[in-house]
Structure formats: C-alpha cells, structure tokens
C-alpha cells in the first residue's frame, strides 16, 4: 500500500483537525498514513520564536482562532479553545513513540488531540494522559513510565531533528515521497499525491 508520512505536534490546533480527518480520508484513498509525532518547539526557537506565532502576533491569533471555529464547524468536529495555548505536547509525544507500531497508537493521538482542542484538558498532566491510556486497555503506568526513559527522551530529540532536516517549519506537514505538503489545507493534496504516484 502507498504511503504518507504525517508529521504533527499535539499542541498544533490545525495538526488537531487533520488527526481527526486522516485515517478515514488515507483508507479511502488506498493510502497508508505513518503518523510521526514531534515537537514544534525546537524549530521555532531556531527560527528566532519562543512561542507559537499565533501567540506573538495578535491579529493572526485573533483571525486563528475564528478559523477554526469554522474549520470546525466544516468538518463536524468538536472545538474548545484551550485555555492555555500552545499546551506543553512533551509526555504526550514521547508516549506516542512508545505507542508507534501498537493497536492503540493511532487511537491514543487521536484522543490526546480531543483532550486539548476539544475539553480544554491539560495534555502535559500525567493523570490525563494515564486516564486516555487506560481508556484505551493500555497499562498506562508502564507506558509512561518508559516514555520517561532516557531512551525515549533521546527519540524523541532524534525525531525533531529529523523534522528540522526535512526542511519542515510547521504543523501539520506531510511528505508523498519527497514531496512535501504543510497545513491541514493541504492534506487531501497530499494523499492525492501519493495514490496518483503509483497508477
């Protein structure tokens, strides 16, 4: 099956809208999604940010956030502006490493993404990322507990710098092939791409 690598950062409200559109819209397309969690953070300190540029830039955040209560209300899906914004990702990325090539790894993103933009949930607390585990039947003492592994923590810093590499400067970024594809407006794009690849 042909491929599509989707890179996200669970503190990315549009990262959030395309995780709870891309596994219909890849099996309808015969495509395979891998899902790459990573981090943000580094690449906006590279470019000189210390935050999100929706928070440094006051009329792009004001027009952000009435965009996604429409992108919202398009697809269908529940939204809460979260209340702190962006949410620390960290636990939740590094338990997604934990989680890659598992049954529940997809179900874990999504529902870490409903935590954030949809309950306005703290995604950084332990209790709530063990709560989603547990929902899931995962052993989430155990998962966290390895997440906070030197090993994990290593992957992890490994992951981002693969993104920084790719050339990827935001979230959510898809690659068909080397072709790359940034922004929730783009993912049909991408899936496109990929099954058009190999007619």
Not at 39 to 65: C, D, H, M, N
Not at 105 to 119: P, R, W
Not at 123 to 138: H, S, T
Request: hydrophobic share 50%; glycine share 10%; with cysteine.
């Amino acid at each position: 099956m042909d491929t599509i690598e989707f890179w996200f950062d669970f503190g990315s409200n549009y990262s959030y809208l395309s995780m709870m559109r891309i596994r219909g819209l890849a099996a309808a397309a015969g495509v395979r999604m891998v899902p790459r969690p990573f981090l943000l953070g580094p690449i906006f300190k590279a470019q000189g940010w210390e935050t999100s540029p929706f928070v440094l830039q006051e009329a792009k955040g004001r027009y952000v956030w009435r965009d996604m209560e429409r992108q919202c209300a398009k697809y269908g899906l529940r939204w809460r502006r979260p209340s702190v914004f962006p949410r620390n990702g960290l636990l939740a990325a590094r338990v997604a490493l934990q989680g890659e090539g598992t049954a529940w790894e997809f179900a874990f993103c999504e529902q870490v993404m409903l935590a954030n933009f949809a309950d306005d949930r703290d995604i950084g607390d332990e209790a709530v990322i063990g709560a989603i585990l547990a929902g899931l039947g995962v052993d989430g003492g155990a998962v966290i507990e390895a997440a906070r592994s030197a090993a994990c923590k290593a992957a992890l810093r490994a992951r981002s710098a693969a993104a920084q590499a790719r050339g990827i400067f935001g979230a959510p970024t898809f690659f068909a092939g080397d072709e790359m594809f940034w922004g929730n407006d783009r993912l049909e794009d991408a899936l496109l791409e990929q099954a058009l690849r190999h007619r």
